[in-house]
């Protein structure tokens, strides 16, 4: 997998949130028209992106705000976790608390509890930027 696409509202607030996550911002640009708008299907479109890298360096999430056309928000705009489509994405964190506590002052909400799977992990589903879902799970020691 190359990169995962999340199109948000406020572009510098979710590379804020992401990068307390301990993601790196990568890089930086603004497409549109020709190749790019051929390629989203909208017709003279314009989108600023910002490139998040995993701390491992093998993924990437490609964050992205629409210039024109504006963004169209889905309904309802919250979806629950049984909505069709994708449904979140997850991260290896080392402390779940702590992340949690971290993520908060960037709107992060817990969706359900944190709960232990076996002596496994530790999980937890929060909203993230434009309410997407987001997976955070703590593998606990032996």
Same mark, same amino acid.
Request: aromatic share 6%.
């Given at each position: 997998?190359?990169? %995962? @696409? !999340?199109?948000?509202?406020?572009?510098?607030? =979710?590379?804020?949130?992401?990068?307390?996550?301990?993601?790196? $911002? /990568?890089?930086?640009?603004?497409?549109?028209?020709?190749?790019?708008?051929?390629? %989203? @299907? !909208?017709?003279?479109?314009?989108?600023?992106? =910002?490139?998040?890298?995993?701390?491992?360096?093998?993924?990437? $999430? /490609?964050?992205?705000?629409?210039?024109?056309?504006?963004?169209?928000?889905?309904?309802?705009?919250?979806?629950?976790?049984?909505?069709?489509?994708?449904?979140?994405?997850?991260?290896?964190?080392?402390?779940?608390?702590?992340?949690?506590?971290?993520?908060?002052?960037?709107?992060?909400?817990?969706?359900?509890?944190?709960?232990?799977?076996?002596?496994?992990?530790?999980?937890?589903?929060?909203?993230?930027?434009?309410?997407?879902?987001?997976?955070?799970?703590?593998?606990?020691?032996?």
């Amino acid at each position: 997998m190359d990169n %995962v @696409g !999340i199109v948000v509202d406020d572009l510098e607030a =979710a590379i804020a949130f992401f990068a307390e996550l301990g993601m790196e $911002l /990568e890089g930086r640009m603004t497409v549109g028209g020709g190749w790019a708008s051929r390629v %989203v @299907g !909208i017709d003279d479109h314009q989108a600023d992106i =910002a490139m998040m890298l995993t701390p491992d360096g093998h993924s990437k $999430l /490609e964050l992205m705000t629409y210039l024109k056309p504006a963004a169209i928000s889905p309904d309802p705009k919250t979806p629950p976790a049984n909505t069709l489509g994708l449904h979140r994405v997850m991260f290896a964190v080392d402390d779940l608390e702590d992340t949690l506590t971290r993520l908060k002052p960037h709107g992060a909400e817990l969706v359900g509890e944190v709960e232990r799977f076996e002596d496994i992990f530790l999980l937890c589903y929060i909203r993230g930027p434009e309410g997407i879902i987001i997976g955070l799970a703590e593998q606990l020691k032996p």
